[in-house]
């Protein structure tokens, strides 16, 4: 029996990349990022970083703070 714990800066794991076109190692850290339709900024969000070429793979389920794009 194990409980899945929320993903913290610096943890590890593996996801496709489509900048690299293959599986890379990625990372979570925190960053400022951009929403995909341009109507503002996740402030401070968690995101799983590729290693290789530093592209935002994915983001886990969070509270996201939106700061809206003026
Ligand atoms: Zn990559």
Redesign the pocket.
């Known amino acids: 029996m194990s409980t899945t714990s929320p993903s913290q800066p610096g943890d590890r794991s593996r996801a496709i ?4 076109n ?1 599986i ?1 190692e990625t990372v979570i850290e925190r960053r400022d990022v951009p929403l995909d339709d341009g109507s503002g900024t996740a402030q401070n969000a968690l995101a799983a970083i ?6 935002i ?1 994915a983001m886990p389920a969070q509270d996201l703070n939106i700061v809206p794009t003026s």
Do not use: L, M, N
Not at 50 to 55: H, L, N, P, V, Y
């Open positions: 990349c489509e900048s690299c293959g890379q590729c290693t290789d070429c530093g592209d793979i």
